[in-house]
Nanobody, 125 residues
Framework: QVQVAESGGGLVQAGGSLRLSCEVSGRTFNRDDMGWYRQAPGKKREFVAAMSWSGSIINYHGNVKGRFTISRDDAKNTVYLQMNNLKPEETAIYFC??????????????????WGQGTTVTVSS
């Protein structure tokens, strides 16, 4: 049974930084593409970043390029999202997902068990 557990959310001032972590169990993590999505209040869930299992493909939502960095540590079965220069409009629940589309706009949606419960990021102005 796969388990996906995010951590690292919290309250930060605009311009600040946070690092989210996501630990995965029950999978062959080093063969899994991984990604991050977010859902702001009243809005649809949206793609933030994704990384292929090999690390050779990395994509970001255009609004976060240059500020967010996705990375992974296969020895720890963990994927990270370093978020710098955060903006108030990026207040959202951030979700980790296994086997995501590797680019925004994909129609494939991973099944429910491949998503974490989410971690809340609040950016104050």
């Amino acid at each position: 049974q796969v388990q996906v557990a995010e951590s690292g959310g919290g309250l930060v001032q605009a311009g600040g930084s946070l690092r989210l972590s996501c630990e995965v169990s029950g999978r062959t993590f080093n063969r899994d593409d991984m990604g991050w999505y977010r859902q702001a209040p009243g809005k649809k869930r949206e793609f933030v970043a994704a990384m292929s299992w090999s690390g050779s493909i990395i994509n970001y939502h255009g609004n976060v390029k240059g500020r967010f960095t996705i990375s992974r540590d296969d020895a720890k079965n963990t994927v990270y999202l370093q978020m710098n220069n955060l903006k108030p409009e990026e207040t959202a629940i951030y979700f980790c997902v296994v086997d995501p589309p590797l680019a925004p706009g994909g129609t494939y949606v991973p099944s429910d068990e491949l998503w974490g419960q989410g971690t809340t990021v609040t950016v104050s102005s």
